[in-house]
């Protein structure tokens, strides 16, 4: 099974408004300065690159970084201009990517 | 007269309630002793982050491994599946010992698809946490009768006994000394409601066998495996022992 993520915005939102999009990556964002039970390196390996895409263009870029922990949770702001689906993407370190998408409703 | 003698053996060896060992008053739920943080993070169904496991055990659950899947034989998991997990441990006669929810979904999955699923899986920890939340809100009740009684008594008599270069019981802690504060945690009654539980410590889930293990860690005792006696003995001791409390898997604990 792929990276899971889940993704919610309001059922409806106004024009001009801005509404809360709030995701979460399943993701071990593995730091890089941990050790193992034999006292090798564990790897870091973390998501990196998180984007939103909303009305034809990106409305929300993330650089995530070793301090994030583990299944990062966003929420952040878009104004509302269109009905119509918003994404979110993401890539990790290993070039692994995910999506996941839902449909905004400007009432 | 050797009649006489027989009863009172009866008597004597009849699980009486009287002679039960004693549970905590009040019982208070593991979400009681955790920080507000954690209690709404755990609340929020969306924010916690165990519903990305129970995300994957539904669609494991309809997922067709080996020409069959859980659906294919259960049904709806909400409906086929609601109270299960408050159940557990339980005396499994196919298998002719009690088992635990992870180890029942195993024995599943062996049988149906000859495959097992590795101890703390993703996919393990996702189905059993999907199959706990239906039974969330449900009080638990598990049956130390019959065939499961000597599994109680071995949980019994392992939570009373001190082990470990500490010297520790779980009861040192559990009974004596829940409420109070040991380094920065507060010591909770260590009810296992909320298991599979998604433990900040670790970063991920994780089952009720993986967080006695880190007691036994904990007061420098040697840790049993994954699976062994000791451990469903304890699960099913806890069980009895927070019996009515409501379950709240799938938790969020520090």
Redesign the interface.
Known sequence: MSMLGRLSVPPSVKRGEPFAVRVIVQHPMETGFRRDYEGKVIPLHIVDRLVCRYGGRDVFRATLGSGIAANPYLVFYVVATESGPLEVEWEDDKGEVGKVSADVNVG | MLRAFLLLLLAASLPAGASDPPRPSPLRNGSEFQSGDVRSLQADD??N?M???V??GR??WSEVRNGRSCAACHGDAVRAMKGVAARYPRFDPSLGRVVDLDQRIDACEQAMTGTAFASES??LLGLSAYIALQSRGMPLKVSIDGPARKTWEAGRDLYYTRIGQLNLACTSCHDASWGKTLLAETISQGHPTGWPAYRLEW??PGSLERRLRACFNGVRAEMPAYGSPDLVALELYLAWRAQGLPMESPAVRR
């Open positions: 969306f924010a982050p519903a990305l496991w995300e994957r669609r494991l993703d996919d970063q991920r």
